[in-house]
């Protein structure tokens, strides 16, 4: 099962007109990549959760079969969270074994391993960790002898004095200390999990499932792994993690279908997507325009994310967005430095 259905209120504006899982991410529908993953791992038959703009998803997937899947959607009047998710597509995964991920990663996780841990532990459930090598604002997951034990705070910040040389995603560098570990929004689980997710309400797994089973004995066991894993939950998330992955190779800008630049304007470091113009003299750098964006000629963009005017005139943003200001036929939003 993807989960599909989040509002991606920290990458407001660009989900404005989609959700999170439907921005495009190098081509491609973020979901779509996935959907791949799930398949290139034999998990062919696949649950997708929706709710907020549910159609932006229907029209990134379709029946799944590009991706390697077969599909089928199960929409949340009321958003149900990331255990609710689960109950109220229970009819569809009660039968056996099932894989829940999140549908905002990209990752080469190895999918067979965490299967290999969770079926030696005899699990009802296995998370799949991941060092949190940066330190980042993710909630720490305590563990001891393979399993979890409970679900911490945020980490301590990372330090200079710290000695920490690390590359995006690369969890093999020298870090002094013990690193903290975060859940990668990949699960593995057994029918019996739905003892324990109350009916028809909204819950979340870390918060009203897990620590439950945990008082009561039950094994939720603990896969550390290793490659690579990326997480586009916010807007300078995602502009880093393109342009890192865009740097690999050997480019800096990406642009989508129906783009047309000048070949008097400045462009680098930044991610287009469909029908955007960018005028004569312009100068974009560090960018992420949406689809129709207009770049006038003479204008200046800089680490910044833009869409057009009219999508947001008349939302109201939601509280955990960056601020952004009206420039006549768009709205740009400047990225924290």
């Given amino acids: 099962m993807i989960l599909a259905a989040g509002y991606g209120t920290r990458l407001w504006p660009l989900t404005v007109d989609r959700t999170k899982p439907a921005i495009p991410f190098l081509g491609r529908p973020l979901v ?14 696949v649950v997708v959760n929706l709710h907020h703009q549910p159609e932006s998803v229907r029209a990134a997937l ?18 149900l969270g990331t255990s609710g998710a689960l109950d ?19 990752t080469d996780i190895n999918l067979m391993d965490a299967l290999r841990t969770h079926r030696e532990r005899k699990a009802l459930a296995t998370l799949v960790l991941y060092p949190n090598v ?25 330090h200079a004095s710290d000695n920490v040389s690390v590359n995006i995603g690369n969890v093999s560098d020298n870090i002094g200390g013990e690193l903290p570990l975060l859940f990668t929004g990949i699960q593995i689980l057994e ?31 603990a896969h550390v792994a290793g490659g690579h ?17 865009l740097k690999d190779s050997g480019r800096d800008v990406l642009m989508g279908a129906g783009c ?8 680098r470091e930044s991610v287009l997507w469909d029908d955007v113009i960018i005028e004569e003299q312009a100068n974009v750098r560090r960018a992420i ?30 509280t955990k967005a960056l601020k952004g200001e009206f420039h006549g036929d768009n709205f740009v939003v400047p990225l924290p430095q």
Wanted: glycine share 10%; proline share 5%; net charge negative.
């Fill in 62 to 79: 379709g029946d799944g079969g590009r991706f390697g899947v077969h599909l089928e959607y199960v929409e949340e009047e009321v958003i």
């Fill in 191 to 221: 029918p019996r999990i739905f003892d324990y997710i109350p009916r028809g309400v909204f819950s979340h797994s870390t918060t009203d499932v897990y620590p439950q089973a945990i008082a009561k004995g039950e094994r939720i066991a």
């Fill in 289 to 318: 325009l949406g689809d129709g964006v207009r770049i006038k000629s003479g204008e200046t963009i800089d680490n910044a994310a833009v869409v057009r005017a009219t999508l947001v005139r008349n939302s109201e943003p939601p």
């Fill in 134 to 158: 940066k330190r980042e604002r993710f909630s720490i997951v305590e563990t001891s002898e393979g399993l979890v034990t409970g679900f911490g705070g945020m980490p301590s910040p990372l």
């Fill in 32 to 45: 779509g990549y996935i959907a791949e993953y799930l398949s290139s791992f034999g998990c062919r038959e």
């Fill in 88 to 106: 109220n597509a229970r009819h569809l995964l009660e039968d056996e074994t099932f894989v829940v991920i999140n549908g905002k990663i990209i």
């Fill in 260 to 267: 047309s630049v000048s070949k008097d304007a400045a462009l």
């Fill in 229 to 245: 894993w990326y997480e586009l939950s916010t807007i300078p998330r995602y502009l880093d993690i393109s342009l890192a992955m």
